[in-house]
Each structure stands twice: as structure tokens, then as C-alpha cells.
């Protein structure tokens, strides 16, 4: 018949505290190891870039410049009121462009006159199909064989219609076979706005 061994009570519980130590032991290690294999997030924050705006300036449109004109006209005039100081004289007159055709009206005074020369000072119109130009001036002119030579200055003064704003000067030139009916060249340089833009 065996006997029945028995642990001591002091062995048995140095027993369960060698467990115990194990079992903490163990517990400390899967711990550091879960905390070892752990990954780690990088929260990763994405910076809006800035945007620089171009302002684009535009460019503003230049103004229409007035233009110089060379212009010559040719003028058949007939002197409808002629003798004393004044005269007056009415007739056709054909221009280079941009006035083309119309009729010319004029009035003068006489200055200084003798048997061979003299002058005339006075204002004069133009009349065109769509404005006119006014003005005045001054004419001398001599006398032989019987035919007037003219030679003097034009001033254009002012326009109205199409021609509004229109000046310039010129040279005037001409003849006469018998002091009634003259054939008259003007020699002008005219400045010439630019034309201003309708409403439809």
C-alpha cells in the first residue's frame, strides 16, 4: 500500500508564485510586442497653394487724329454786282476730295485802286452737296492789254455739316478777260476733323 504524498503548504505556494511570475511575465511581452508591431499613422494635411490673379489692363483705343488735306478748287465766277468800292460775284467751283462740285458766293470791297491795279478784301462760301466752308480773302490785281491778272491769300475760317470744324489757308490765282468773268484757282491746305460716329 502507497503513501499518499502530500506538497507542503509553503511549496505550494512558492509553486503559485512561480506561475504567477510567469504568467506576468508573459502578459508584459505580448504586450511590447502588440506595441512594438504597431503602425503608426501619419496624418498627412494637404496646403492649398495660393493663386495670383493677373489683371489684364486694356489698352485705350487713341483718339481719331484731325488729318491735312492739299486741296484745289476751280471757280468760273461772274461778277454780278462790279465798279464803285464794293463787288459782289457768284459762280461754280469743283474741288478735290473730299468736297467735290458746288457754287461759290462772295463780296468784296475795293482798296487803293488806279487805272492798272488794286485790291479786294472780302468774305466768301462755299456751298457743297452735304456742308460748306466759309472764309475770306484778299486779292490783288493788275491791269494790261485789257486782261486782269488776280494773285492773293484765302482763309478758311469754319465748316458746317460734313465740314464742321474745318480751317486751313491758301493761295488764290486767276484771270479776267474783261473784269466781269474771272476763272479763279484756290490752292488750299485745309485741316480736316476726323468724322464723328453716327447713331444708327
Same mark, same amino acid.
Request: proline share 3%.
Given at each position: 500500500m502507497q503513501r499518499s504524498t502530500r506538497w507542503p503548504t509553503y511549496a505550494l505556494?512558492?509553486?503559485?508564485g512561480v506561475l504567477a511570475a510567469l504568467g506576468l511575465a508573459t502578459g508584459l511581452t505580448q504586450a511590447q510586442t502588440s506595441t512594438s508591431t504597431s503602425t503608426t499613422q501619419t496624418a498627412t494635411v494637404t496646403v492649398?497653394?495660393?493663386?495670383? $490673379?493677373? %489683371?489684364?489692363t486694356k489698352k485705350a483705343t487713341p483718339k481719331p487724329k484731325a488729318t491735312t488735306r492739299n486741296v484745289t478748287c476751280r471757280e468760273s465766277?461772274?461778277?454780278?454786282?462790279?465798279?464803285?468800292?464794293?463787288?459782289?460775284?457768284?459762280?461754280?467751283?469743283?474741288?478735290?476730295?473730299?468736297?467735290? $462740285?458746288?457754287?461759290? #458766293?462772295?463780296?468784296?470791297?475795293?482798296?487803293?485802286?488806279?487805272?492798272?491795279?488794286?485790291?479786294?478784301?472780302?468774305?466768301?462760301?462755299?456751298?457743297?452737296?452735304?456742308g460748306t466752308l466759309r472764309g475770306t480773302y484778299h486779292l490783288n490785281f493788275t491791269i494790261l492789254n485789257k486782261?486782269?491778272?488776280?494773285?492773293?491769300?484765302?482763309?478758311?475760317?469754319?465748316?458746317?455739316?460734313?465740314?464742321?470744324?474745318?480751317?486751313?489757308?491758301?493761295?488764290?490765282?486767276?484771270?479776267?478777260?474783261?473784269?466781269? #468773268?474771272? %476763272?479763279?484757282?484756290?490752292k488750299l491746305t485745309l485741316k480736316v476733323p476726323p468724322k464723328k460716329k453716327t447713331t444708327p
Open positions: 505556494a512558492g509553486a503559485a492649398p497653394t495660393a493663386t495670383t $490673379k493677373t %489683371t489684364t465766277l461772274v461778277a454780278t454786282k462790279a465798279g464803285g468800292d464794293n463787288s459782289e460775284n457768284f459762280g461754280t467751283v469743283t474741288c478735290s476730295t473730299p468736297f467735290g $462740285k458746288g457754287v461759290r #458766293h462772295d463780296t468784296s470791297a475795293l482798296a487803293a485802286p488806279t487805272k492798272t491795279d488794286g485790291a479786294f478784301s472780302g468774305g466768301l462760301k462755299l456751298f457743297f452737296n452735304t486782261v486782269v491778272t488776280y494773285d492773293g491769300t484765302v482763309k478758311i475760317s469754319s465748316g458746317t455739316g460734313e465740314f464742321a470744324g474745318v480751317t486751313g489757308t491758301g493761295t488764290t490765282s486767276g484771270t479776267s478777260d474783261d473784269g466781269v #468773268h474771272s %476763272t479763279i484757282t484756290d
